[in-house]
């Protein structure tokens, strides 16, 4: 399969190459020139299989040119066993009908650790067959940053950087990355906010020369195919244990940089019975707006009790842009040079497709907090904030009381103690790989929020050639 640029202009790659790229050299994000499509029996025909040789199905055609079967189906089984519970994505009912899909059983307790996990090995075993080494350098306002970490720490080929807000994340958030020690493990927390870090990630892309010509940086937030590839998997699991094919059914999907709910659009163009996709956000509300007006316009950084969705704009939207103008990457290419003075506004065609594929829904941090709370006293559950606004726009957007509506249950609780707090409630105990987090001797640099500096701290630790 080959890979191709939202925006027209850059070389086409296969999956090795796309694993090692961050940005398309023209700007763009990589997507497949065609998805597989597959049919209701074929899917069908996966009813009964575990998780891991269900995403061996839908990987595979998009990795073929670069593993071949045997490997794929090793690289998934080593990657799902490292999730707690057997069902690797068990299924949690609220409700008549209603369902929350746990995607927090993986080592950092987000649904990161789905693609990340993934992502690590496979690049540790490209790298390993180049005989290369790479640098991975990425910004986290929390749930990344450990995920990348547990994804990666065991990979001989990669020096990994990842920089944090300096005391802008959470405790245990922090203690979840800062307590891996190794000797390619650097946690950096920045005199910054969390779009400084970025902005230090992007230029650093932009340009490598720092590190001497000798390493490559590889990107692992969700601009990265191959994250989005991975969530593609439980979207098809969900259904299949719900019923489908043969049955359609609705997700709400908490939403921050569109990632994982692209996934789920993918995995309705690939042959899944959707019903509606609902784009679920906090007060960080682009997408909501977008939806409802046509206008995808910047706002202000708010700060909230769902930190994991606080963005100012959705990077991988670009991916759904390139679908709804018919693939025209030059089109793209113009709407994201005007989105620099932080405005575009979709075609009536563009905005008409986008509305039919999506519901949207914005939930703001005191209707969190008593979702969160409401949900606890009637069922017992006790929902992340992230979940919580997912399962207020399932029930306010929800189109067919007849059919199951999911909402992916993208964090653990216990990541998020001011949330749970604000509910009223007890933050819950860790889960016992994680007992002693508090107690973990913990690693990490503070730096200014200077990019020299974190050049030359990076150039000085990067393992030598
Ligand atoms: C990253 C994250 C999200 C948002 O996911 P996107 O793919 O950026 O839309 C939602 N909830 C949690 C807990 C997250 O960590």
């Known amino acids: 399969m080959k890979y191709i640029s939202t925006r027209g202009q850059a070389p086409a790659l296969n999956f090795e190459d796309v694993l090692l790229a961050g940005l398309a050299s023209d700007g763009g994000l990589y997507v497949p020139e065609s998805l597989p499509h597959f049919s209701l029996e074929q899917i069908r025909s996966w009813r009964d299989l575990p998780y891991d040789q269900l995403a061996f199905h839908i990987i595979k055609p998009f990795v073929s040119d670069t593993f071949n079967d045997q490997e794929l189906a090793a690289i998934l089984k080593d990657t799902y066993a490292a999730f707690a519970h057997p069902a690797v994505a068990p299924l949690q009912q609220l409700d008549h009908n209603e369902y929350v899909l746990e995607l927090f059983q993986g080592p950092t307790l987000a649904f990161k650790d789905f693609a990340l996990q993934l992502l690590g090995r496979l690049l540790d075993a490209v790298l390993e067959r180049r005989q290369e080494r790479v640098v991975i350098m990425g910004a986290t306002s929390g749930d990344t940053g450990s995920a990348a970490i547990e994804g990666c720490r065991r990979c001989k080929n990669i ?75 439980y979207y098809f699991y969900a259904s299949l244990n719900l019923g ?24 309705k163009q690939m042959g899944l019975p959707i019903s509606q996709l609902v784009i679920a956000t906090n007060k960080n509300d682009i997408l909501h707006r977008t939806i409802a007006t046509g206008h995808y316009q910047t706002l202000p950084l708010q700060k909230s009790l769902s930190p994991s969705m606080d963005i100012v704009v959705s990077s991988n939207f670009e991916r759904l842009l390139f679908d709804m103008y018919q693939r025209d990457g030059q089109q793209v290419a113009e709407l994201m040079q005007q989105m620099r003075a932080g405005k575009v506004e979709l075609n009536p065609t563009a905005l008409a497709k986008t509305k039919e594929l999506f519901s949207s829904f914005a939930l703001d941090d005191e209707s969190t907090a008593q979702m969160i709370k409401e949900e606890y006293l009637r069922t017992g559950y006790l929902l992340d904030p992230h979940t919580a606004i997912g399962v207020a726009a399932a029930r306010a957007t ?19 103690a001011e949330a749970v707090e604000a509910a009223g409630l007890q933050t819950p105990a860790l889960p016992v790989h994680l007992a002693d987090l508090l107690q973990r001797p913990e690693s990490y640099q503070v730096l200014a929020n200077d990019l020299p500096a974190i050049h030359q701290y990076m150039a000085e630790r990067v393992f030598p050639s």
């Open 159 to 233: 020096d990994i950087f990842i920089l944090h807000p300096h005391q802008r994340v959470s405790e245990v958030q922090r203690r979840q990355m800062t307590t891996i020690l190794g000797d390619n493990i650097f946690n950096i927390a920045v005199e910054g906010n969390f779009d400084d870090c970025q902005e230090m990630v992007k230029r650093s892309f932009a340009d490598q020369s720092f590190l001497r010509g000798e390493r490559r940086l590889v990107a692992v937030n969700s601009i990265n195919w191959a994250r989005i590839m991975a969530q593609i998997v």
């Open 398 to 416: 929800r189109k067919h009381q007849d059919q199951p509506m999911v909402t992916l249950g993208t964090a653990h609780p216990v990541k998020f």
């Open 244 to 267: 489908g094919p043969d049955r359609s059914l609705a997700f709400s999907v908490p939403t921050g940089n569109f990632g994982d709910i692209f996934a789920g659009y993918l995995a």
